[in-house]
Nanobody
Framework: QVQLVESGGGSVQSGGSLRLSCAASGYTLSSYCMGWFRQAPGKEREGVAG???????MYADGVKGRFTISRDNAKNTLYLQMNSLKPEDTAMYYC??????????????????WGQGTQVTVSS
């Protein structure tokens, strides 16, 4: 079955960087669109970045220019490079796989498979 396992979270100071990884198994990464989502305490889950089965990407306005989503199909792994982190980026981050339309890459309801999450904490 499809499994997604995130790693790379941690604690960092404002302005720092982290790279999240999402290892996929049970399917070929390139056969699905992939997304990164996050959920902070007391807030709804929100889409952060998405990538279609090719190389088209989409980002939430608040992370454009700071975050980069990429995929290594040979390693069956999805990445999220996060630079210039801010305290408001603090959240549990999840990767997801699905087949949304391009316009819905940041819509969580269009994804079928989810990882368990990795915590990112940014201190000021």
């Amino acid at each position: 079955q499809v499994q997604l396992v995130e790693s790379g979270g941690g604690s960092v100071q404002s302005g720092g960087s982290l790279r999240l990884s999402c290892a996929a198994s049970g399917y070929t990464l390139s056969s699905y669109c992939m997304g990164w989502f996050r959920q902070a305490p007391g807030k709804e889950r929100e889409g952060v970045a998405g990538i279609d089965r090719g190389s088209i990407t989409m980002y939430a306005d608040g992370v454009k220019g700071r975050f980069t989503i990429s995929r290594d199909n040979a390693k069956n792994t999805l990445y999220l490079q996060m630079n210039s982190l801010k305290p408001e980026d603090t959240a549990m981050y999840y990767c997801a796989a699905g087949r949304p339309r391009w316009s819905k890459l940041l819509t969580d309801s269009d994804y079928n498979y989810w990882g368990q999450g990795t915590q990112v904490t940014v201190s000021s």
